[in-house]
């Protein structure tokens, strides 16, 4: 079957870095998107890895280790508006996209 | 660019009617568009996936005859709840690729759905 597994839920504090884990277990592989969803709006787009290696985009970076089946995303200097949900999803062999289920992030003061 | 809308943002309906939900692609041809269910603290379920001009491609255990979905055109896909009950009230979310660059799904903002 096609797992993405990703904690629940992570506290971290204003200011500092956290480091959200993603590994995967999908039939093929085309790429592995993370997404950010505040409560009651839809997902907006972070970032997208198909190449090993780290993909950075401002306070966002995201790596990617194919051979491990695992990514993570880091946010660096926290901001109070970066309590989210964070998603991460891999693409499939049929470019279908598999979601997981969500880590919210909580941070505090 | 690779802005997609939905309308309406939220709607609240008696139990028994239906529901139309539309997404548009506003400044791309959206090959494919997906339509997705999330319920409160849950992650997005994909319910279908529609290529324009064809019938849509449903997720196992998504009712077929309960949510209609028609994507008449390059950049537009409407999904109907039929005969709606309270069970069905959910967060349904759209999303359309351009078949350009990775397939990136750019996503409408949702709409809110209460059925009383």
């Known amino acids: 079957g096609q797992n993405i597994d990703q904690p629940t839920e992570m506290t971290a504090t204003e200011g500092a870095i956290v480091q959200i884990n993603c590994t995967y277990q999908?039939?093929?592989?085309?790429?592995l998107f993370w997404y950010q969803q505040h409560a009651g709006e839809a997902p907006t787009f972070l970032s997208y890895?198909?190449l090993d290696g780290l993909e950075e985009k401002g306070r966002f970076s995201s790596f990617l280790s194919r051979s491990k089946g695992y990514s993570y995303l880091l946010l660096k200097e926290l901001q109070m508006k970066d309590s989210a949900s964070y998603l991460c999803?891999?693409?499939?062999?049929?470019?279908?996209?598999?979601w997981g289920a969500g880590t919210k992030l909580i941070i505090k003061p | 660019g690779a802005v997609v809308s939905q309308h309406p943002s939220w709607v609240i309906c008696k139990s028994g009617t239906s529901v139309k939900i539309e997404c548009r692609s506003l400044?791309?041809?959206?090959?494919?568009m997906f339509w997705y269910r999330q319920f409160p603290k849950q992650s997005l379920m994909l319910m279908a996936t529609?290529?324009?001009?064809?019938?849509?491609?449903?997720e196992q255990g998504v009712e077929k005859d309960k949510f209609l979905i028609n994507h008449a055109s390059l950049t537009l896909s409407t999904l109907t709840v039929t005969s709606a009950h309270p069970e069905d009230s959910s967060f349904y979310i759209c999303?359309?690729?351009?078949?350009?660059?990775?397939?990136?799904?750019?996503f409408g903002p949702g709409t809110r759905l209460t059925v009383l």
């Open positions: 999303s359309a690729t351009s078949g350009r660059e990775y397939n990136e799904q750019f």
């Open positions: 999803a891999v693409m499939d062999s049929n470019y279908q996209l598999i």
């Open positions: 999908t039939s093929g592989f085309n790429g």
């Open positions: 529609s290529n324009e001009g064809s019938k849509a491609t449903y």
């Open positions: 890895n198909v």
């Open positions: 400044d791309f041809q959206a090959t494919t």
